[in-house]
């Protein structure tokens, strides 16, 4: 039977920087996952903003966790090797109505500690933002909201914990809890029984259903839509902050801002559902992102879209973001309402459950061999021409683009099949890498990757699959 | 880093590139050189397996494969060059071109002339905007060619296909070939995209339902696909909601429409037109960089492929003559002007040398129409003038004329497709 003195369920971000701050102990710390690749549900279809949490609500477990997280995010993407940048946020007010509202939302960002937010007048921001909306009348500038590439964040902080020692069974669902008395005492998967002295709730949008299985029914998960936009690099009408609209009680709306590869990204829509498998887009639902985008940037091409997506945040009813520890059921964390500050929450939100696991008595005196880096795949197309001869020199493979749109190579794209949290589907390919995330979809690369994967996996064509069980690519061989 | 130096270097290896190729080594190019991403040349012609090609160029029905095979061989005679394997990262507005295979490495390409041949690419899902799930099992209509001609893997067994393009409509039928069955071919204008002799020979003779006037509003499905939606749209091809049908299926292939793909032709700073998404050119297949040259899908997408080959082989002779110096005085420039119910002329526009030149000017109408008269005027000078019983935007059109007929007072010619009254 496996054994380990922590379970984490879910390999989101929250899970894997958990498991990440965990492998910093002396623990057995194992992560299980019924996708078939980290951060396979709501982390991997949000909009990549690392926030400062200007906007939480005081006070809250939230706020703390963001504010907190915001400003370890320019160590971590270094030591990670993580894509981000810290490009800035405009909060442009359109009407007179919004106008009035900036001196709250700048006391509001006061009280969250976010002591940075400026404000900014028309011209000064028209300066800023040549395609913004020319009535604005005036705004506020929060410097520290950053752009990351979300699907490497959690990548990274799984491939760096499993450095550290962290196991990670992914397709190994979680079907039932196992309680002695009055402490948890492991968790029934589909990979088997798993013997845990300590066992984390880091479900996301299935949180309710583990909790469920602890016994645990005091709230459940309300999953909110938010549909997205991706825009083509070379779209004519480009932004270079964060730009956001004033917020309402249900989300910060919609807004647009550059992705760290150069794309464009806007939406989402916030939509509340009792579904958790809805992941599909809307027309209306598109359609209300271009008259709201609008609003801000009249001028944003959608005909430009080079996809679109959608998200489910894990919200909860009743709200709020929550870690709870019970006196019935010792030694479980229970981790809810983690919604679309989650991505940016995680990093903190990994010492803040650590701390709850020592603050409940778990005892674990820290490694002195913690291996603090990652290396990142080589990118070849950010190299400079010398650097890439001498790669293609090293592993020819470097010298064969398979994604012409984003210029990725086989060395790159076998290198992510192998790595140690491995890429094993076509998404999970280009999550990591990009391939197939360009302007033609994959239309191109994805009959190539297809067969780079079935030969460098040792499988059949016909059990390449797009991510999960099921979404196979080829029906079968034609003769 | 790898050096190479040529005459003329060709960016594609697919039949606009070996047409060209073969007509700049005739004209008297030294050494020119194919450059080429994939493993062998020949270009999408390849996974064409099917039969319909070199009917007006060869007056006699090839399959794609024996089409490029031709080329390839006069090639091969000829001593034409070829980098295959490698792909190009860009092109400078100095023509310079820089390239990589697994090879030499990164390589720098120095030619005296370059042509462009880059092709088209696929427009996808994204691009029309489907709404629904994300799930496995769709795929552009030349993706799953590829997949089923060349890699030998069937993309799925219950297959609806969305625009009556031409590689959907012959994929509909070799999809049935192999035994999947094809529940529908969904197209949103109300007439076809592609040529009448593929409605007739990939659709009607197999019995799979043509529906126009109708598109695919819904993806469903999680992992695999599961089934579309499809409904009939109003005029302004708005769905109606009432119309509404799920079709059950595995897999959606896609056909709705080309893009040329000219990625590194952007970044040489040519000119590039808003129509045709493709470098602007003179009669001489010649873009607004002087030394650099464009021809084939790269330019326009063509229906046929014999057109391809002849306009690249302008190219090939163009490029070789600038290479070698020969590249005719050009004395004044005539401007083109797209009138009633054409939606572009390629070439874009007329460098009049001293020579009297044939001139044939390709073009597409804006919509389809019965019992029309096409002309070509310039000033009082009426330089074409034919009847047509049908135009479709599907259907390439042309005009011929030569460039002593332009009056001299002239600086225009304007090409009209207008309903007999």
Known sequence: MLKTDVLIIGAGASGCAIARELSKYQLDVMVADKNEDVGGDASKSNSAIIHTGYDASPGTLESQLVVAANPMYDKLSEDLEIPFERVGAILPAITDEQFEKLPSIKEKAFKNRVYDVEYKTAEQLLKMEPNLNPEVKGGLYIPRESIIDPFLLVVALAENAQENGVSFLLSTKVTGLKIEGDRIAGAETTAGPIEAKYVINAAGLYCDEIAHMAGKDDYYVNPRKGQFYILDKNTSCKVEHIVLPIPTKLTKGKLMCPTIHGNMLVGPTAEDLTDKVDKSTTREGLDSIETDVRKLIPKVNLRDSITQYCGLRPNRNPEGLHVDTYDDVKNYVNLSGIRSTGLTGSVALGKYVAQTLIDIGMKAPFKTNFIEKRKNIPCFHKLSRNDQNLLIKQNPLYGKVICRCETITEGEIVEAIHRPIPARSVDAVKRRLRAGMGRCQGGFCGPRVIDILARELNIPVTEVNKNNKGSYMIAGKVR | ?421
């Open chain 2, 1 to 421: 880093m790898h050096n190479i130096q040529c005459d003329v270097a060709i960016i594609g290896g697919g039949p606009a590139g070996l047409a060209a190729a073969v007509s700049a080594k005739k004209q008297g190019a030294q050494k020119v050189l194919i450059i080429e991403r994939d493993t062998a040349l020949g270009g999408i012609l390849q996974q064409c397996i099917h039969p319909g090609f070199g009917l007006t160029y060869y007056n006699e029905e090839l399959t794609g494969p024996e089409y490029y095979g031709r080329f390839i061989k006069q090639a091969e005679s000829l001593g034409i060059e070829s980098l295959l394997d490698t792909m190009v990262l860009e092109v400078q507005p100095t023509g310079k071109i820089i390239c990589v295979n697994s090879k030499y490495g990164i390589t720098y390409v120095d030619a005296k002339s370059v042509v462009l041949a880059m092709g088209c690419r696929e427009r996808t899902r994204a691009n029309i905007q489907i709404p629904g799930t994300r799930p496995a099992g769709i795929y552009t209509a030349g993706a799953a060619q590829r997949l089923i001609n060349r890699q030998n893997e069937m993309v799925g067994r219950e297959i609806v296909i969305l625009g009556s393009g031409d590689i959907g409509m012959i994929m509909a039928r070799r999809l049935t070939l192999e035994g999947a069955h094809v529940v529908a071919v969904v197209e949103i204008m109300n007439y076809l995209a592609g040529l009448t002799r593929n409605r007739v020979q990939c659709l009607d003779d197999y019995d799979i339902p043509l529906l126009l006037s109708h598109t695919v509003t819904r993806i469903v499905g999680n992992e695999r696909v599961e089934g579309v939606y499809v409904a009939q749209v109003d005029e302004n091809k708005r769905p109606i909601g009432e119309t509404e049908e799920f079709y059950p299926c595995d897999t959606l292939l896609l056909s709705v429409g080309l893009i040329p793909e000219n990625e590194l032709s952007r970044a040489t700073d040519i000119e590039i037109s808003a129509v045709t998404n493709g470098p602007v050119v003179n009669q001489f297949m010649q873009t607004s960089n002087p030394a650099v040259f464009a021809c084939g899908n790269v330019v326009h997408v063509n229906d046929l492929v014999d057109n391809v080959t002849l306009e690249s082989e302008i190219a090939g002779r163009e490029a070789a003559r600038y290479a070698m110096g020969s590249f005719p005085q050009v004395k004044r420039r005539i401007s083109l002007e797209t009138g009633n119910n054409v939606r572009y002329l390629c070439p874009h526009l007329l460098d009049i040398a001293d020579m009297d030149e044939q001139i044939t000017l390709y073009f597409r109408v804006l919509a389809p129409e019965h019992n029309v008269t096409i002309t070509a005027k310039s000033g009082d000078a009426v330089l074409y003038k034919k009847k047509a019983v049908k135009v479709n935007p599907g259907e390439m059109e042309h005009v011929t004329f030569k460039t002593g007929e332009i009056p001299a007072s002239s600086d225009c010619v304007r090409v009209d497709v207008t309903k007999e009254v």
